[in-house]
């Protein structure tokens, strides 16, 4: 898959999810909490939901009108099809940091909900939420390392160009590059 087309398929499969489900989730956990008041780890699920939800829409913002454009030109220019002008580097190290951070999110949630486990007797409320928690985790999941995936690809189609290489296989990857090394 190109990096055109990656980039095309995250916002499809992922950023589109997240938009939608994003505020459905809140209030599937507003009408959780009222349905059992006292289920305390319900207060740190809205909470994480809350700290997530804060930096969510300026990073699929900053990605689908900043860093993705980016790479989508930086993969033209490497079929010599147009100009690139460079800067995906720093712009990825902001979005890795930001990955790291909802991927601690994402663990403190499973912590807190056991997993999102349903214990026998819950309300609907509580049933629903732990499975719409639970999609969000598989989705978001898949999303960061389909990105992680994604930014490793693109530094190494930036050091190519940078070094005027030409060819992919005489290239070698940026070992300075912010991007974890497993992602490539
Ligand atoms: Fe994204
Ligand atoms: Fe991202």
Redo the contacts with the bound molecule.
Sequence with gaps: MSLCDLTDHIIGAHHTYLRREFGRLVELCELARRDAPHAANLVAVAAILRRIGSDLVK??DS?EQVLFPLIRSLDYATRQQGCYPGGVEHWLSE?CH??DTVNAELAELRRVTHAFAVPAGSADSYTKLMQALAELDQNLAQ??AK?DALFARAIDAETILRRGAGAPGNAQPNTSSPIRENAR
């Design positions: 990073h699929l990605e979005m930001d990955h999303h960061t990105e």
